[in-house]
């Protein structure tokens, strides 16, 4: 055999190990060891039952009732357990696996819009109030603020024409994301700044979708899944759902965040107060004391998934034994930094520190609704990106207060109980236009931190309603039902195909079910190495795709035959056979990867995951069907000398 074939078969027997060295923790999880289906903990009726084991839909106008306290939803141990050397595997080799998605093994999907016309709105009101307000401070009463809600303007109509002079450049300083439209006679038209609509959907649908991820990732379900949909809509799907306890998650989802500022306590008084705590610890509780606070690390399942996270260990800790803090004090809870790696990016490693800090509510109450608005900004001496962060009259003017009797301390921006941003007050600020610089060098560290906060800080300035707008629950039992089926419609297709290329081809027949196969086990590697969740879409993917690479095949075998006919020798017939069909089958599978492009591109959801798995299937489809096909006739020919193919 020549050196070259020696080369193409090694790389082939490369792919191969690594592809079923990929798969173990697929095949480990979902064939040796299935996760045995979570039964509800506490007694479900009749009707919750049916539910849960046939599917649910139901449309509903809006999500309410916000539960006053965040209990989360732990889950169990694996049931099955996993066994020991898994763990190493997965340490060592690889964790990523298959999993399966909701239609599959059932659970929790809603659908949420974010109504961010109706924020706008609501927007428009609050500067028609403030500018009349500031006019009202300037002497000038006898105006009138309309909000024009379909032009998105407002408008201000004066008495006095001559009032209208109060309205210069160093009073619109107060308003910058206002602009001057029109001033037409006793009537003046203010317009929102470029951008300003585009920027407050895109920030508006980015905070929900962080907010609602904060709330998923404390249900502690696996493999959940919060996406964008269509713009406004977000999807948020959590597998493995009990009826029972999709109610409760979806009730912890929809929980408000409120965002407000306090104080930073002083750092030797924080240590005195977390020490004191130190008699108490326990090596059950999880609770440490560091560095001056109490820190808890994510405990995680035998499988390495997160069982509670680090916070909820400090508040259970916590709320099970007296505050120390005294009055004016409370505590709150912040998440430690990862270390960075390259270009600033968090590297995750391992599961999650938290610890406790201790703020200050003895200031006035200063919260989200303050906030008019914040967008990130560039110093123009530094060249570095912060926060530019515009506050309402009122706000403006209690901040001022605080920043006046605090220079030095630090401010503590909070989502809710968890610490956000902790700036130091340089000096005291006026007119409720605050720069919140962030630390370090790295200007993408900088920048990724900044756009963050601005996140953070818009959920205030803009509370856009979110609204349920659709939500189904699957039951294990259906999900299992359509595992069955479309395994089996999987099997007896491939059982099909198989036959009639070995009846009809013969040799050539055998050779290609063999780079079937080896198409399917490169295809399922590659979704297990990205970690994709497996859905009936992605399953007929898989089908059509087998489909696919037997007609690449059968193009090859006919063209060989055409060759052995025209009288040329077998080796020229099939070199010329592979050479001749080569540009037909990558023109034919060009166009359906147009087509599957496109679906990934606009769709979004089962579609886009049929879109990947066909993409998958096409590059496998033909590097099996003209690569390792070809290497295999190669070798039979050299090995055997024949002159005749059985094809």
């Known amino acids: 055999m020549p050196r070259s074939w020696w080369i193409k078969s090694g790389f082939v027997l490369f792919l191969v190990v690594l592809s079923i ?32 084991q046939n599917g649910t839909a139901t449309p509903e106008d809006g999500a309410e009732g916000a539960p006053q306290e965040q209990v989360r939803l732990t889950e169990d141990e694996r049931d099955p357990a996993l066994p020991e050397w898994y763990v190493w595997y ?89 602009s001057l439209v029109s001033d037409d006679g006793p009537t003046m038209l203010f317009g929102l700044r470029e951008n300003y609509i585009q920027e407050t959907e ?60 306090k104080l930073v306590a002083d750092a030797p008084e924080a240590a005195t107060v977390f020490k004191a705590y130190q008699p108490l610890l326990t090596a059950e509780s999880g609770v440490k004391f560091e560095g001056g606070t109490l820190v808890a690390t994510d405990t995680l399942t035998k499988d390495g998934k997160i069982k509670n996270q680090g916070k909820d260990l400090l508040k259970v800790f916590i709320e099970a034994n007296e505050f120390l803090g005294g009055e004016d004090r409370e505590i709150a809870y912040e998440r430690v930094d990862q270390d960075k790696g390259k270009k600033g990016k968090a590297k995750v490693v391992g599961p999650q520190q938290w610890r406790t800090r201790l703020v200050r509510t003895d200031m006035p109450i200063l919260t989200g609704e303050n ?9 123009q001496s ?40 902790d700036p130091v007050i340089r000096s005291e600020i006026p007119g409720g236009n605050v720069s919140i610089e962030m630390g370090g060098s790295n200007r993408q560290q900088i920048l990724d931190d900044v756009q963050n906060l601005v996140v953070a800080l818009r959920s205030g300035a803009l509370p856009a309603p979110i609204r349920q707008e659709f939500k189904t629950l699957v039951g294990p ?79 090859i075998f006919e063209r060989i035959r055409e060759e052995i006919r025209a009288g040329e020798t077998l080796r020229k017939a099939i070199q010329y056979g592979y050479d001749k069909a080569f540009w037909t089958i990558v023109d034919s599978n060009i166009t359906t990867g147009i087509a599957a492009l496109v679906l990934m591109e606009f769709g979004s959801g089962p579609v886009r995951g049929f879109a990947i798995t066909l993409l998958i299937g096409i590059i496998c489809s033909v590097f099996t069907a003209v690569f390792v096909t070809r290497l295999i006739f190669d070798a039979y020919l050299t090995k055997t000398k024949a002159e005749r193919l059985p094809l």
């Open 202 to 261: 895109e920030f508006s649908v980015k905070q929900a979708v962080e907010i609602i991820r904060e709330r998923v990732d404390a249900i502690g379900v696996a493999s959940p899944s919060v996406r964008i949909e269509g713009g406004r809509h977000i999807v948020v799907e959590l597998p493995g759902l009990s009826s029972r306890r999709a109610t409760a998650a979806e009730k912890l989802i929809a929980t408000t965040a409120v965002l407000s500022f």
């Open 371 to 379: 906030v008019d608005d914040a967008y990130p900004a560039t110093n």
């Open 382 to 421: 530094t060249n570095l990106p912060y926060v530019a962060l515009k506050l309402d009259k009122k706000g403006g003017d209690l901040f001022y207060d605080v920043t006046k009797e605090h220079v030095g301390d630090q401010l503590a921006i909070l989502m809710d109980d968890t610490l956000v941003s």
């Open 21 to 52: 060295l990929g798969l173990v923790p697929t095949y480990i999880e979902l064939v040796a060891y299935p996760e045995k289906p979570q039964q509800p903990t506490t007694e479900q009726t009749d009707e919750e039952g049916q539910d849960a």
């Open 477 to 555: 039992t259906l999900g299992r039902d359509s595992i069955s089926k479309a395994t089996m419609a999987l099997i007896i297709g491939s059982i099909v195909v198989f036959a009639f290329m070995f009846l009809y081809y013969k040799l050539g027949g055998a050779v290609a079910n063999l780079a079937l196969l080896l198409n399917v086990l490169f295809i399922m590697a590659i979704m297990a190495a990205l970690g994709a969740a497996l859905t009936l879409p992605g399953i007929a993917g898989i089908v059509l795709t087998v489909g696919m690479a037997v007609d690449a095949n059968v193009i």
């Open 90 to 178: 997965q340490n060592k080799v690889t964790d990523n696996s298959l999993t399966l998605g909701l239609d599959l093994q059932g659970g929790l999907l809603l659908r949420y819009s974010v109504d961010v016309d109706q924020a706008i709105d609501d927007k428009l009101e609050k500067y028609g109030q403030d500018l009349q307000f500031r006019l009202d401070e300037l002497g000038v009463t006898d105006v009138k603020a309309k909000a024009m809600k379909t032009e998105d303007r407002v408008e201000l109509t004066f008495g006095d024409t001559d009032d209208m002079d109060k309205v210069d450049d160093e009073f619109m300083r107060d308003f910058p994301v206002l």
